[in-house]
């Protein structure tokens, strides 16, 4: 079992810059992929950026060259800076991790942007 943990959301002004965090309860190097998603209200929910055990990334067109995945093996913490926030960024992000049996979501943050 991966329990997984988020933090790092909150309010902030269009064009303004947050950090997730995600701290796995598992070395995060036994994960084959982990990654961001979001969901808006009435929307469903989208990847927004993963990366995998070697390295590679994939992401969300609309966040390219705003937002930036990150890891770190010695905290076990997975991050996703985001910079030049829109409103239409508003949404819960969740923590994504899979095993090549199982996956696991974190309990999601709030994100909202607004002026």
Same mark, same amino acid.
Do not use: H
């Given at each position: ?8 959301? *909150?309010?902030?002004?269009? *064009?303004? #810059?947050? +950090?997730?965090?995600?701290?796995? #309860?598992?070395?995060? #190097? ?14 469903? +929910? ?8 070697? *390295? ?9 060259? +705003?937002?930036?995945?990150?890891? $770190? %093996?010695?905290? %076990? !913490?997975?991050?996703? +800076?985001?910079? %030049?926030?829109?409103?239409? $960024? ?6 994504? !991790? ?16 607004? #002026?």
């Amino acid at each position: 079992q991966v329990q997984l943990v988020e933090s790092g959301g *909150g309010l902030v002004q269009p *064009g303004g #810059s947050l +950090r997730l965090s995600c701290v796995a #309860s598992v070395t995060i #190097s036994s994960l084959y992929v982990m990654g961001w998603y979001r969901q808006a209200p009435g929307k469903q +929910r989208e990847l927004v950026a993963t990366l995998t055990y070697g *390295g590679r990334t994939n992401k969300l067109d609309s966040v390219e060259g +705003r937002f930036f995945i990150s890891r $770190d %093996n010695a905290k %076990n !913490a997975l991050y996703l +800076r985001m910079t %030049n926030l829109k409103p239409e $960024d508003t949404a819960t992000y969740y923590c994504n !991790a899979r095993t090549t049996l199982d996956e696991y979501w974190g309990q999601g943050t709030q994100v909202t942007v607004s #002026s």
